[in-house]
């Protein structure tokens, strides 16, 4: 290690002393470079503050010769009004002279309380007129002891109205103060700016230098070199943005509307006077004598880095010999320092001693590291290192290590050791085998603490079993690319493997293999396919769904997505994630049937609403038309014939609410096994003597919360079905038991609701039939779906008990495999409170005479067969279409004893709202609520009368509500 310290020393001090004296003299330049710049910087800033000076002080003193002569003007004219024989020729002679010759006024202009008095130009004889109410004045005016001063904007002048040969002008407005009552007088001078500048054209400056006069405001009056676009242009820039806020001279560097060039711009503001004058020089013309010293710089540096490439190479060959002695003194460290430079973790280097010893000649720091023992306590010798590795896995790591001595170059190893504080690591090891000169074997290796990644598999692994995810990755075999699937392997992770449900060993299949042996046989060729698309197509993703049968034929579902590495054009790895999704595919087929079921107990619900008001109709006239031919024999047959069809066709609407859970309910605590023993007998007539009844009920059961009406009528129905299907005769058993809610994912024919947790009564039917098929079990709950031939069943049937089960609170499962038998469970909760009584009989309504009630319904046809039917029970009866009509009756004094509404009404006021108004209004007010149509925020509507009726469910309801008694007189 030393040698290779002074060798690498020595090889590196030639460029070091080089590049440390090419970086001083490259400093040094630079920076007398950068003073020179700054130099040159500072003196343009002083040249242009000089300048500005000199200009501020000749533009305030031309400026202020202009006031005298104008000063001069002023009183000749008012020494001209005074006289008493003014002449207008004396006074232009008068006023020519006050004017000096030295071109600073172009033309004056007098005017004497509005009127011009006097218009000359010393320049031309007779001058043109010129519009001065054109001219843009400035907003402020300049106060002096004789009056105000206005600078306008600067404009053009041509031979016609002024100037032979064109020009600007700066027109000034002179405003004198005069005695109370005397004239007004006003003076418009046009006056030549550039004559403030012409001194300065002789200036030794840099090319590009300028010099400008301006207006406080930022209009510019003159420039030179003079620019006739620019000038009465106003600038704002940085100056007469923001230079002229701070303070009224200063010095900036910026760039100007009238060129690219960035210059040095010095202000002053003129003393007295609203102006301001600008000098300026390019900063690149003042940096030209710098600019022209740079190649001479440059070829001083290089005769400079010249000489240091001499001296460099002088010194290396001087160091030739040197390093040839350290070479030699390297090599015996060579092994050592190929080690040190690949330590991921601890290196080590062992010997084989024949016959069969293995000893550690060397171990690192962080050999010891990986192993856990303390610095002063580690011991080199192979006996100590072995008895940290694990019991179990001691004999198999060192007979590797053996078999290693004429096996594999390179051989890798993962054990488990024990550290001195008990705790358990992993430790993977890779170590080459080389030979020396002297025949003797060697490993130089590493071995790095793996626990952390050996827990992040388990981890992943666990994580994919739960989620149903395995991975696969396909690289190609020697460099190959072939996208034959016959030739392709791919590896599988163990959770892929399980998902698939094959051993390790049955993993060995090529691609070809895997769709044949475990795609199910209608989805290969979609599966092939869509691969090879993704294969042949660059940026194509590979996202399918299929079906796999296991070895044991188990089917599942499956969701496969995956990425591809392409080089050169090559597909040269893939990767892949496979997803169990068959319990996703069963969740989805159940929400589809339940959304399908709902859809379609919605229309159901409608319709039989609709139907049931017309029954309301049918069934309320027939009987009243059953009491007016009792003579007639066979008008009554007709009569009571279609007194039993409307009868039918309510059982069928009450049905279809049973299957849409919108049938009026009225649960009670039943008692299952006392309702199954009365209703044996009927169940024995319905099903006839080639069947098997049965019943399977403890009698001690909890009792049931449900409507035992619907109950009873739901079994019957399964009973006929179970009859149905056993045309030979057979067995029914009904039982009952106590059980648990089914799981969300339990498979069966139907959808369940989410049920309270607790305990349930489970109700059983089970048949010894022909069974069903699994499209028709599917599809068995269907409202009007049946296998029958035609007029031989409705289809409702499993539609009501389906219905019944929903609206309960409950679940239903239908089991069924052709020609072994259906069992149909109907589960039900549990009753915490005490049993309903039965409803009293109808009896006679002469009871009700005298009485009066309020009938409120949207249906013109079902009110007044309703109001019939109350009229015949004795009742004076007013009737309401709508809820505000009803509680105009109710607001009126008359007496009314009971309220009698449809839960839903046309309007804006359902029935709720109408009882809730009218209990306001009249609180001893009894109120009946009749409906065709029923829901879950019907429940709390009590008493409910469910459309069609007869005369004595509605004379039975009405007494018990008005407490009546009913009895035959």
């Known amino acids: 290690m030393p040698a290779i310290k002074l060798g690498s020393g020595l090889r590196y001090l030639p460029t070091i002393l080089a590049f440390v004296t090419a970086t001083v003299a490259a400093a040094w330049l630079g920076l007398s470079a950068k003073a020179e710049y700054e130099r040159d910087l500072r003196l343009g800033e002083r040249q242009t503050q000089l300048l500005a000076t000199g200009l501020q002080d000749t533009a305030e003193r031309q400026f202020n010769e202009v006031n005298s002569e104008i000063v001069t003007i002023q009183q000749v004219v008012e020494r001209h009004l005074k006289s008493t024989a003014p002449s207008r020729p004396g006074l232009r002679e008068e006023a020519l002279r006050a004017l000096n010759d030295d071109g600073d006024i172009l033309r004056v202009i007098v005017r004497v309380d509005g009127h011009e008095v006097l218009n000359l130009s010393p320049v031309t004889p007779e001058p043109g007129e010129i519009d001065l109410a ?189 390093l040839s002695s350290v070479e030699k003194l390297t090599a015996s460290e060579g092994r050592l320092a190929r080690l040190l430079a690949n330590i991921p973790g601890g290196v080590f280097t062992r010997r084989f001693i024949p016959p069969g010893t293995v000893e550690y000649t060397f171990a690192s720091e962080g050999f010891r590291k990986a192993f856990g023992t303390p610095a002063g306590n580690f011991r080199l010798d192979t006996e100590s290192l072995v008895r940290l590795v694990h019991p179990d896995d001691r004999k198999r790591m060192y007979e590797a290590i053996l078999a290693s001595c004429e096996g594999d170059e390179v051989l890798t190893q993962e054990f488990r050791a024990i550290r001195p504080n008990g705790q358990l690591v992993w430790v993977q090891s890779v170590a080459r085998r080389y030979t020396d000169e002297d025949g003797n074997i060697f490993w130089d290796g590493i071995a790095i603490d793996v626990t952390d990644l050996r827990q992040h598999q388990a981890l992943l692994e666990n994580v994919q079993r739960i989620a149903g995810l395995g991975y696969w990755i396909w690289q190609p075999e020697r460099g190959s690319d072939t996208r034959d699937q016959s030739l392709r392997r791919t590896q599988y992770s163990p959770a892929c493997a399980a998902i698939l449900g094959l051993r390790p060993e049955e993993l060995q299949i090529t691609d070809a293999e895997f769709v044949e042996r475990l795609v199910h046989p209608d989805d290969r060729e979609a599966v092939r396919r869509e691969y090879q698309y993704f294969l042949d197509t660059e940026g194509a993703p590979h996202d399918i769904q299929y079906r796999i049968q296991r070895p044991g034929g188990a089917l599942r579902w499956v969701h496969c997505t995956a990425t591809k590495d392409i080089v050169d054009g090559k597909v040269v790895r893939i990767i892949g994630v496979l997803q169990d999704i068959t319990e996703a595919k069963l969740h989805e087929a159940e929400l589809a049937q339940a959304k399908k079921m709902e859809a379609i107990g919605g229309l159901t619900g409608g319709v039989a609403h609709d139907f049931n008001n017309l029954l309301t109709v049918v069934i309320g006239n027939l009987e009243a038309l059953l009491g007016r031919i009792k003579g007639d024999a066979t008008a009554t047959d007709l009569a009571q014939a279609a007194l039993g069809a409307a009868d039918r066709g309510a059982t069928l609407t009450k049905r279809l609410l049973a299957f849409a859970r919108r049938q009026p309910l009225s649960p009670r605590s039943t008692d299952l096994h006392q309702l199954l023993v009365d209703l044996l007998p009927l169940l024995k007539r319905s099903v006839g003597a080639l069947i098997e009844v049965t019943i399977n009920a403890a009698p001690d059961l909890p009792k049931a919360l449900v409507d035992p009406n619907q109950l009873e009528n739901a079994i019957l129905n399964l009973a006929n079905n179970a009859r149905d299907a056993m045309p030979r005769g057979g067995r029914l058993t009904i039982g009952v038991d106590l059980g648990t809610w089914l799981a969300d994912d339990e498979t069966a024919a139907t959808p369940a609701p989410a049920a309270e947790p607790g305990p349930c009564l489970r109700i059983s039917v089970t048949d010894t039939g022909i069974g069903m098929t699994p499209e028709v079990l599917a599809r068995a709950v269907e409202p009007f779906f049946t296998t029958k031939p035609v007029g031989q069943g409705t289809g409702l049937g499993l539609s009501m008990v389906y219905g019944l089960a929903k609206q309960s609170k409950g679940q239903l499962r239908l089991y069924s495999e052709p020609g072994i038998g259906t069992t149909i469970r109907l589960y039900l909760p549990v009753a915490t409170g005490g049993a309903a009584g039965p409803a009293p009989d109808g009896g006679r309504a002469d009871a009700f005479d005298g009485m009066r009630a309020l009938l409120v319904d949207d249906d013109a046809a079902v009110r007044a067969t309703t109001a019939a039917i109350l009229r015949s029970l004795g009742f004076e009866v007013s009737q309401a279409a709508t809820g505000k009509e009803a509680i105009a009756v109710l607001e009126n004094p008359r007496p009314i004893d009971v309220l009698i509404t449809d839960v839903i009404l046309a309007g804006g006021m359902a029935g709720p709202d109408v009882a809730e108004r009218a209990k306001k209004l009249r609180p001893e007010l009894k109120v009946l609520f009749i409906s065709g149509f029923a829901s879950d925020s019907l429940a709390e509507l009590r008493p409910l009368l469910s459309k069609p009726f007869r005369r004595a469910e509605m004379a039975a309801e009405l007494a018990k509500l008005l407490r009546r008694d009913l009895a035959e007189v």
């Open 134 to 322: 054109a001219v843009s004045w400035s907003s402020a005016e300049a106060p002096f002891g004789f009056g105000y001063v206005n600078i306008g904007v600067p404009v053009r002048l041509d031979s016609t109205n002024g100037v032979a040969g064109g020009g600007t002008t700066v027109p000034m407005r002179y405003r004198f103060i005069t005695p109370a009552g005397g004239p007004a007088i006003e003076v418009f001078a046009l006056t030549d700016a550039t004559q403030v500048l012409r001194s300065y054209e002789s200036v030794d400056l840099a090319d590009g230098s300028a010099f400008a006069v301006f207006r406080a405001d930022g209009y510019l009056l003159a420039r030179w070199p003079v620019m006739e676009p620019y000038i009465g242009r106003k600038f704002e820039g940085p100056i007469f943005g923001d230079g002229l806020k701070k303070a009224p001279t200063g010095t900036v560097r910026a760039q100007v509307d009238t060129d690219s060039k960035e210059r040095i711009l010095t202000f002053r503001t003129a003393r007295g006077w609203p102006l301001v004058v600008v000098a300026g020089v390019p900063v690149q013309d003042l940096l030209s004598s710098w600019i022209a010293s740079l190649p001479g710089k440059l070829v001083l540096l290089l005769t400079i880095l010249s000489a240091i490439f001499l001296l460099w190479a002088a010194l290396r060959q001087s160091r030739a010999a040197l």
